[in-house]
């Protein structure tokens, strides 16, 4: 009963922290911090997901397939964030800072 508690709670909050990712995404106003939205929240929702259904699965081979998943999200996910990040630094697009306007405003 508890493990399926705990598994709930954390399946719902990596539902709901997915969500706002989502709106972040949708609300920051420049591509960094779009892209630190995604990133942050992508893994974290992503741990307490599999979190919640290791829980559910207990000991056997799909909560061993669970952890390698989330061995693999762990390693990749602020790999390509960064990857992202640096190609467009190298690009050319810069980050808003605090004293730039707002797009579309003149």
């Not at 920051?28 to 974290?44: E, N, Q």
């Not at 960064?82 to 630094?89: E, K, Q, R």
Request: aromatic fraction near 10%.
């Amino acid at each position: 009963m508890i493990i399926d508690i705990l598994s709930w709670i954390c399946l719902v909050a990596g539902g709901a922290l997915g969500i706002v990712g989502g709106i972040g995404i949708h609300r920051f106003p420049d591509f960094y911090s779009r892209l630190h939205a995604a990133g942050i929240t992508d893994t974290f929702c992503a741990t307490l997901i599999l979190l919640g259904l290791g829980l559910q699965a207990g000991w056997s081979i799909a909560a061993f397939k669970l952890a390698l998943i989330f061995m693999f999200l762990f390693f990749t996910s602020p790999t390509a964030s960064h990857a992202l990040a640096n190609a467009a630094l190298h690009s050319g697009l810069q980050p808003r800072l605090d004293g730039d306007e707002r797009e579309g405003s003149s």
